[in-house]
């Protein structure tokens, strides 16, 4: 039976059946995964953008020397053995004063009245009198941050309704918030300090920051490059320039293969027995989270530098040996410099990676409150002595508090991990396409 080219028959309508098939499945999978990116970025952002707004009250606080330096001669050491409790009467009469010169009624209790002000300010205004002493018995103008309720109340995230069954706070006090804040005195506004503060404890929320959590990641990141990028890109250089070919070295490739794999918390559970129990490093330092992370990063920058050296064409080592070039000049002359591209671009891969690894830092112990910056903020006391905390565990660590402030918060830092992710993965593809060679 003849047919004819310009007719389909049965077999070409299933088959083009089939393909038209086949792009609506794809189609509809990547605008599932579209759907999927987008719920969970708007989820992430409808909750963590207000974190990097804070509200704070502007007070004028008389510094009052009969209570902050009762001997008058303005002895450092006297001066700071005067706690916060004696600096939070002076910021409560500073507000019943601000609402006395407003015209503003205040139906509430001196203690009420205190607590629309942040705990942590107390310790703010305690700083900065005992940085210059020379401000005790003068009226100073201070921001201080506004209690973790009436915060949230600007936010939206607390009404008139849910106050009525808040302990933390009511509707008077919310009253009293708004119409300083129509007057000027309570103001929301974009607060650095998210970036700089270190963490705060469950009494005051508002003075939570990423501060000590971002110089953590900060000095792991350091720990991983220093030593995973010459360990992994010499590892690859020899296993794909310099080792035979033979079981041995077949067994070795499986097996960085296979690390690769293996789920991060095996990580930790190693790092546990050999850098803490064996070794006797510090718990919880970002030394011993960096070389656990190392472990973990080294299969991936092995696996991404092999693929880049097998890119570079053979004619190009060839062509080098040819010209009386030895082994290790055509390799380190033409070879590496040519396969740089791929080698950075996986590196920077592997330290995003690694940036964003919670469980292996959970069981070395990286869960600890951190309320201070290491010591003198000297390199050595934050890598090898004192405690520390990174960005992905005090995201886990804030999601474990009861407070809704944290929860803001914490969604607050997964914005802060997923821009230092984008700009390190935009880095990469700049490097990519900037020096990659098309053959």
């Known amino acids: 039976m003849k047919t004819s080219l310009l007719k389909l028959d049965t077999r070409t309508k299933k088959r083009n059946a089939a393909e038209a098939r086949f792009k609506a499945y794809g189609l509809t999978a990547i605008i599932i995964a579209m759907l999927a990116l987008l719920i969970l970025l708007t989820s992430v952002l409808g909750n963590g953008l207000s974190s990097f707004r804070q509200t704070f009250i502007t007070l004028n606080v008389e510094l009052v020397e009969d209570k902050l330096d009762k001997s008058g001669v303005r ?8 706690t916060t409790i004696s600096y939070a009467p002076l910021l409560r009469d500073a507000l019943i004063a601000e609402l006395d010169e407003r015209g503003i009624e205040n139906p509430l209790s001196n203690r009420d009245l205190g607590d629309m002000i942040s705990k942590e300010a107390a310790a703010t205004v305690r700083n900065r009198v005992l940085a210059n002493p020379d401000l005790v018995r003068q009226t100073i103008t201070f921001d201080v941050l506004a209690s973790g309720r009436i915060d949230a109340f600007f936010k939206g995230d607390v009404t008139m309704e849910s106050a009525v069954l808040d302990s933390n706070t009511s509707p008077e006090a919310l009253t009293i918030a708004q119409q300083l804040a129509d007057a000027g005195v309570i103001e929301t506004k974009f607060n650095w300090n998210f970036f700089v503060w270190p963490d705060a404890s469950v009494q005051r929320p508002e003075a939570a920051g990423l501060g000590v959590a971002i110089l953590g990641s900060l000095y792991m990141m350091i720990v991983v490059l220093v030593l995973a990028l010459p360990i992994g890109v010499a590892s690859s250089i020899y296993l794909e320039e310099f080792a035979p070919k033979n079981r041995w070295t077949d067994l070795i490739e499986v097996n960085i293969s296979n690390l690769a794999a293996v789920p991060s918390i095996v990580y930790g559970i190693l ?23 190392t472990l973990m990063t080294l299969p991936t920058i092995i696996i991404s530098t092999r693929a880049a050296l097998k890119s570079v064409p053979p004619s190009i080592r060839d062509a080098a ?10 390799v380190f002359h033409h070879v590496l410099p040519l396969a740089a591209p791929g080698i950075l671009t996986g590196t920077i891969i592997g330290l995003a990676q690694a940036l964003g690894e919670t469980a292996p830092l959970l069981l070395i112990g990286m869960v600890a409150f951190v309320r201070e910056y290491p010591a003198a903020y000297t390199p050595e006391a934050g890598l090898f002595g004192e405690a520390s905390t990174a ?49």
């Open 391 to 439: 960005l992905p565990v005090q995201v886990f660590n804030w999601t474990q508090r009861s407070d809704p402030a944290f929860v803001e918060r914490a969604s607050g830092a997964i914005i802060t991990l997923l821009v230092f992710l984008l700009i390190m993965n935009a880095v990469a593809i700049y490097l990519r396409r900037r020096f990659e060679r098309r053959w």
């Open 321 to 330: 040996l040819g010209v009386g070039a030895s082994k290790m000049q055509s």
């Open 271 to 293: 790092g546990l027995a050999i850098f803490i129990n064996f070794m006797e490093f510090n718990q919880s330092s970002p030394l011993v989270g960096g070389l656990v992370l």
């Open 75 to 82: 002895d450092l050491e006297v001066m700071s053995k005067v």
